[in-house]
């Protein structure tokens, strides 16, 4: 923390970085532009400019490595400067910038590509491809800005994207009142991160990362507290976290390749990103680090209850992203070198759940657009592509040994367990009953899905596998799936080492490793075999009545009913209220006076046919107050 | 090139188009049209070389003039213009074009005579650059009266539904208001040395309560004219029966007096009661930013709704004049820029989308995208812009005013930011209950719904939004201008920027 951070100006091939938000911008700009006129081609060239982006990317990467500090900046130009405030359109790149680009561009490629198959029967492909470009150069921006401004300009971006995408299909009522629902409930979020900048500049003058973290040692520990709670409320927002998390299942109304990119892969892990890259403020107070854990142990325990009750498979994916979100929370939470294992588990997730969401995507494809998971079975015969790389992903998420979230989740798992006193058994166990959860709620889905007698609607004749276009990406993420986390975890954390802080030497978890991790797979195991055994068969094509704790989490825990009953509905009446005392309390008495004053009511509309005469009697009332004016100023009441 | 009398030029432009164009036959309204587009395009024209002689650097009032007319009250023909005005008097220029065609066919329906309808609006815009090109008090003043009679006729006359009662409303809520100042115009001279010059009488010093009693004349004809909270009422009822054109002007250049007044005449005029009242102003503000943002989520007429959001808007602008420092000041006046912009883009469109249907209830839309894309996918563009998105120019001027409110002021700074929540959620209602969801089978047997914009339409809204994006990423051209003037005004107010709280990296507040 001492130490002064500087960031190189950038030279060479890394001068030209803002390429990579720069293509997928112009890209859009065209598909937008052109409308229907770029149907033709729209599809291919927004895949192109994301394909363009890794490519770059990759090329930047191995060019970071040559850098003396492996950070360089390009500021590109004044963005504001008023007063002593300065704000640049400047840009970051560093080993924490860069392995979210990678991600972006190498994923986001991925399901472009995928997605060319997936909307192929869709009339505003064009459209589609314009706003995912769209949110390319703005989720790129989020992670490239070298200042607070520039993150926001690209939080921003991303929800407007996410808005766009997730009310594509707009004449759905449904899907457009999704998609507001996630703008305001982002808002929500984004007063805060607002307020957390203005809380930068009233205090530390500015509002660049160097400057930020440079200065936070000097500050109060009640303002780093706020300033860090209000940036976690802006991360919670965006990712879906407690108490902000009800948006982000209803966002699945967008298409299956924007749930898999913006809302498991990418844009939900930017709170993830924020609280990470903020990691100096975050440190430096451990109230609020005991928040961002409480946040996530909370969030992936919610995540865990409702994924295990819900019937719709695209709504299981996304509380189970709710609920690895939660793990990546619990581990920026909990500081020190579990930075870096949120952001490696990030990166595991990012390809492990795009696959499974593509996944979903293709079962619905061959389904008829059928998302509940009762109305399947038996699909791993007749989409054996689909059903290997699912469950390639299956595997993963569920930490079985060998496969990414073995090597992920279990270090976030270990760390909690390295807190100091209690808390240690609290946030240990929490991650380790989700763990459990999580291999249940994600089995009941695999097995519904694939395994078991056909349940299909009548209208279901020959569900089909899908095209290559579509099976190659879902073959590649699924490789992904299996064998990233194992490949990254030790490279990646030692990569990001700055800007993520370095591991100042472990204390002992309070149980020991191995006790934890074969805890930890005996839960899994025994949440595999149990929902294995309980669904095999299948289940009730209805929903059954169920106890207190099945009907919470089908109604989400009631967080809609709350924010219903708290916000909605008050909020309606109060409108209603204040639109009625407008027009009959304030405007009425303006009309009221102005009535008296021209002598009894209905005047005013008289005065409406004869205007010249109300105009005649203004000016003799204006000559009154002025005479009344002039002889005020002459007796001197005035001075 | 500063020698070239441009202020005196550029209003009486427009007031000779007006008489050339009101002289054309009735029978032939094109030629009327398209002798005031092109009247107000070589305004125009006039304005972007008034602007690159003006030095942005220079001295606080630049193309000074001063032309002898009433001796005896030593009363001028003084124009001249600073950063803030510059910036206004581009506003007026730019969106003036865009409203004549905007507004092509809007008097057709009228039993009116169209010419008459062209020339008024030029009346209105030299009227308005009047107003804001005055330097002397006495000048402001009866422009700021005589701005009322074209609008009068223009919402009088070619309006929609109500407009009678709307123009009546306008004129007798702005008389007031000009009758509250014209008392303290009057004041002013006999307590301020008998001149209406405006230099020198922000020399002269005023007991505490002359100068408190001054200041509250011109500020409620302002306040009235911005409309602050609880003068509004006369907004949304004019607003929503102006034709499209004379309302986009009325929101985004005419209620901009208002605030232009107080920067120009209550702050620097007296200052001693300017720090005293602002506490009050910022929390008439502060209301209003609130209460009429809940109010535009209640409305069901498009645009009475358009009206409140721009109460709300009034609201940002009032909190950053009287914030009184430097972020706060040049967002307040880069905000009436900006919104003159983007509100002026929402009334026009929502006007196009009004016309089409010839009801401005909202509950006759519904599913409207699927219809009209182009002209859904605009009216969602100015929605963005209007909540002051981040990459659109109001988001700069929203984050201004914020940012240099927060540094003296926390609690207020806090509160207007729940009215970016606010404003999400009216913009984003809006936008679903007409153009999204299920198709409202009544649009389908309106043939006009089926047309989506014409090409005189794309040229309306794409200059506007073009200015919008542009300004939303470099806003610098403009803040370079009025950053100079909200500084020499935060120095006639006698305050200062504070330090950064804990000032380990940077140096010590701006000069």
């Known amino acids: ?639 | 090139m500063q020698d070239f009398p441009y202020l005196t030029v550029l209003t009486g432009l427009p007031l000779l188009g007006a008489i050339v164009v009101w002289c054309l036959p009735k029978s032939r309204p094109e030629t009327a049209k398209i002798v005031a587009l092109a009247w107000s395009l070589l305004v125009f024209v006039l304005s972007v070389v008034m602007w690159i002689a003006f030095d942005a650097g220079g001295d606080r009032f630049q193309l000074r003039e001063s032309y002898q007319w009433i001796p005896t009250w030593d009363a001028r023909f003084t124009f001249a213009a600073d950063g803030i005005a510059l910036v206004m008097l581009l506003l007026v220029t730019v969106l003036v074009p865009i409203v004549i065609v905007a507004s092509w066919h809007d008097a057709d329906k009228s039993r009116r005579s169209i010419p008459t309808y062209f020339a008024l609006l030029l009346v209105l815009e030299c009227t308005m650059i009047g107003v804001f090109a005055a330097a002397d008090v006495f000048l402001f003043y009866v422009f700021f009266e005589v701005m009322l009679v074209p609008m009068y006729f223009l919402i009088g006359s070619f309006g929609g539904h109500q407009r009678q009662y709307a123009a009546v409303k306008f004129f007798l809520y702005s008389l007031v208001g000009g009758l509250f100042m014209l008392a303290a115009v009057i004041g002013l001279w006999v307590v301020g040395g008998h001149t209406f010059d405006w230099q020198a009488l922000t020399s002269s010093e005023f007991a505490t309560n002359t100068g408190r009693w001054l200041f509250l004349g011109f500020f409620i004809a302002f306040a009235i004219k911005a409309p602050f909270f609880p003068f509004h009422t006369w907004l949304p009822d004019a607003g929503g029966a102006a034709p499209a054109g004379a309302a986009a002007l009325l929101v985004g250049v005419l209620d901009k007096v208002g605030t232009f007044g107080i920067l120009r005449y209550c702050l620097p005029l007296f200052p001693e009661a300017s720090r005293w009242f602002a506490p009050w102003a910022i929390a008439l503000a502060l209301i209003g930013i609130i209460y009429a943002a809940l109010l535009a989520i209640g409305q069901n007429d498009l645009k009475r709704l358009v009206s409140y959001t721009s109460i709300a808007h009034f609201g940002f602008i009032g909190v950053g004049i009287f914030a009184f420092t430097t972020q706060a000041g040049t967002g307040a006046v880069l905000y009436m820029l900006n919104h003159g912009l983007a509100t002026g883009l929402l009334f026009l469109v929502v006007g196009m989308l009004v016309a089409r249907r010839d009801s401005a209830n909202i509950r006759d839309f519904g599913g409207a995208g699927k219809l009209v894309p182009v002209l859904a996918g605009v009216l969602f563009f100015a929605g963005l812009a209007s909540l002051a998105l981040p990459g659109t120019a109001p988001f700069v001027s929203e984050f201004l005013v914020l940012v240099g409110t927060f540094t003296v002021n926390k609690p207020v700074a806090v509160i207007a930011t729940v009215g970016i929540i606010l404003a999400a959620a009216y913009v984003l209602w809006m936008v679903q209950r007409t153009t999204q969801g299920n198709l409202n089978p009544a649009l389908l047997e309106e043939p006009r719904m089926r047309r989506d914009l014409s090409v005189r339409e794309k040229v309306v809204v794409a200059p506007l939004i073009l200015l919008i994006l542009f300004l939303g990423f470099y806003p610098k051209p403009v803040t370079d201008v009025i950053n100079p003037a909200v500084q020499a005004t935060m120095q006639d107010v006698g305050k200062s920027d504070p330090a950064p709280i804990s000032g380990t990296t940077t140096e010590a507040a701006v000069k």
């Not at chain 1, 913006?262 to 451990?286: C, D, K, P, Q, W």
């Not at chain 1, 609290?426 to 899905?449: I, Q």
């Not at chain 1, 609607?457 to 579509?470: A, G």
């Open chain 1, 1 to 639: 923390m001492e130490q002064t951070i500087e960031y190189a100006h950038a030279t060479g091939v890394l001068g030209s970085v803002w390429l990579l938000i720069a293509i997928p911008l112009v890209s859009s700009a065209v598909i937008l532009l052109l409308g229907r006129r770029s149907a033709k081609f729209a599809h291919w060239l927004g895949t192109a400019a994301i394909g363009a982006g890794f490519v770059l990317t990759l090329i930047y990467f191995f060019s970071l490595r040559d850098q003396p500090n492996r950070a360089v900046e390009r500021n590109l130009w004044e963005f504001i400067s008023v007063g002593n405030l300065k704000v640049d359109i400047g840009l970051l790149f560093d080993p924490l910038s860069a392995v979210f680009c990678l991600l972006i561009t190498g994923v986001g490629f991925l399901i472009h590509l995928y997605a060319v198959g997936y909307m192929a029967h869709d009339e505003r492909r064009h459209t589609f491809f314009g706003y995912f470009n769209l949110f390319a150069a703005a989720m790129l921006l989020l992670v490239l800005g070298n200042n607070y401004v520039m993150l926001y300009l690209g939080w921003e971006g991303v929800g407007l994207a996410s808005y766009l995408l997730i009310s594509f299909w707009y004449t759905r009522p449904s899907a457009a009142t999704a998609g507001k629902k996630a703008f305001l409930m982002n808002r929500v979020g984004d007063a805060g991160l607002v307020i957390a900048i203005f809380t930068m500049f009233a205090y530390l003058g500015s509002t660049n990362y160097a400057d930020v973290f440079n200065g936070v040692g000097g500050l109060s520990s009640t303002v780093v507290l706020l300033m860090g709670l209000l940036l976690l409320l802006g991360a919670t927002g965006k990712s879906g976290q407690f108490p902000l998390q009800a948006w982000l299942p209803d966002a699945m109304e967008g298409p299956t390749p924007v749930s898999a990119l913006i809302h498991a892969a990418t844009m939900v892990t930017a709170g993830v990103y924020l609280i990470a890259r903020s990691n100096a403020i975050f440190s430096a107070n451990e109230v609020l680090q005991t928040v961002v854990v409480s946040v996530g142990a909370l969030t992936l325990l919610i995540g865990c209850i409702i994924g295990a009750a819900k019937d719709d498979i695209k709504r299981v994916l996304a509380w189970s992203t709710v609920s690895q979100i939660g793990y990546m929370f619990l581990g920026v939470g909990l500081g020190g070198g579990a930075y870096a294992l949120a952001i490696i588990h990030l990166l595991a997730h990012g390809f492990f759940k795009a696959n499974m969401f593509l996944g979903a995507g293709s079962v619905m494809h061959g389904m008829k657009d059928q998302v509940d998971i009762r109305r399947f079975g038996g699909l791993w015969k007749l989409m054996p592509w689909t059903f290997g790389t699912f469950t390639a992903g299956w595997l993963a998420i569920v930490g079985f040994p060998g496969f990414s979230g073995f090597f992920t989740k279990e270090p976030i798992i270990v760390a909690a367990f390295e807190r100091e006193g209690w808390t240690a058994w609290l946030y240990g166990w929490a991650a380790l009953l989700g763990a459990g959860l999580t291999a249940f709620y994600m089995t009941r889905l695999w097995v519904l899905t694939f395994l078991g007698p056909k349940r299909w609607t009548e209208d279901i004749e020959h569900p089909h596998e899908s095209p290559p276009i579509m099976v190659g990406p879902l073959v590649l993420l699924a490789i992904g799936s299996a064998i990233a986390g194992g490949l990254m975890a030790s490279p990646v954390a030692k990569w990001l080492e700055p800007p993520l802080p370095h591991e100042a030497g472990h204390p002992e978890p309070v149980m020991s490793h191995g006790v934890i991790t074969t805890l930890s797979l005996v839960l899994t195991f025994a949440g595999i075999g149990l929902a294995y055994l309980l669904f095999r068969r299948g289940t009730a094509l209805v929903e059954q009545p169920a106890g207190v704790v099945v009907t919470a989490a089908r109604r989400n825990l009631y967080a809609d009913a709350f924010n219903e009953i708290v916000f909605e509905k008050p909020g309606i009446f109060l409108t209603r209220a204040l639109v009625f005392l407008d027009n009959r309390g304030i405007d009425g008495a303006v009309n009221g006076l102005a009535a008296a004053v021209g002598g009894g009511s209905g005047r005013l509309r008289r005065l409406q046919t004869g205007f010249v005469r109300s105009y005649a009697m203004s000016m003799m009332a204006g000559a009154l107050v002025v005479v009344a004016a002039f002889v005020a100023v002459q007796m001197g009441w005035l001075s």
